[in-house]
């Protein structure tokens, strides 16, 4: 997927810069690259001018594989009696997004302030949960039901004593933001902000092998964890980026 996306943008901008040499103004005859870090991870992108007002960029953003080690609350039944306890789980931020970009400069000549609009693919996956026990595993030979406890959710524990699932939001979204610095330096090199949100809507928990998971009937629906999940509708992106022209 991600070697056909680099050869359609590579395409495009080849496209867009023939047409601008074959025109009178020569305007997307330009192209440039640039390295960020951020919120987003690590990325790097392709761009082109269109107009002075308008250009385009397709990009790549990796996070680093992060993780956090932590335990998490079990509950179920054991012989039909309520059940719980807690078992060390795994928590990966890891993932890698796709992008496309047009940014707007409504003051060209005297500013290098845009704004700017696109959409963001892939890496629907924030959180990638995993853990393992033998308890659990011989507790569940016994043919009991056990879960792992995320906010009003709760991710089965396989019959080897697996727990594999995490926290996911839509594959596409949509991006908006604004900042300060040229996608293409006037110079060979130059520096650009930008601040901005990823809108993904509410996050889902899911178990591998399993899907999206429903919320548990009867479960205390005011934990800070449910909260936090209803609320956090947008993925806040900061950006810092060093560009470099090629043409």
């Known amino acids: 997927m991600r070697k056909g996306f680099l050869v359609l943008c590579l395409a495009l901008f080849t496209s867009l810069s023939v047409s601008a040499q074959e025109s009178k103004f020569g305007i997307a005859n330009r192209l440039g690259v640039g390295v960020s870090a951020g919120t987003e991870g690590i990325g790097f992108d392709l761009s082109t001018c269109v107009t002075p007002y308008l250009s385009v960029r397709a990009g790549l953003d990796f996070m680093p594989d992060f993780s956090i080690n932590t335990d998490a609350d079990v509950s179920g039944e054991v012989e039909g009696m ?14 890698t997004q796709l992008s496309f970009k047009l940014d707007c400069y409504p003051f060209p000549n ?51 004593g697996n727990v594999a699932g995490g926290v996911k939001v839509k594959g596409f979204r949509p991006y908006f933001g604004l900042g300060f610095g040229r ?11 930008e601040l901005g949100a990823q809108i993904h809507g509410k996050p889902k928990v899911y178990a591998d092998g399993v899907g999206d998971l429903e919320k548990l009937i009867g479960q205390d629906t005011d ?17 810092l980026s060093l560009r470099g022209r090629i043409l």
């Open 82 to 95: 309520a059940y719980s306890s807690t078992v060390d789980i795994k928590g990966t931020l890891k993932r």
């Open 110 to 160: 005297s500013s290098s302030f845009f704004v700017t609009a696109g959409a963001v693919f892939g890496g629907d996956k924030v959180i990638k949960i995993t853990g393992h026990s033998n308890e659990l595993a011989d507790l569940i030979a016994q043919g009991n039901e056990i879960g792992i406890d995320i906010g009003d959710y709760r991710i089965p524990v396989d019959d080897k």
């Open 183 to 193: 996608l293409i330096p006037k110079k060979r090199i130059g520096f650009r902000f």
């Open 223 to 239: 934990d800070d964890i449910s909260k936090l999940m209803d609320k956090l509708t947008v993925y806040p992106v900061l950006k």
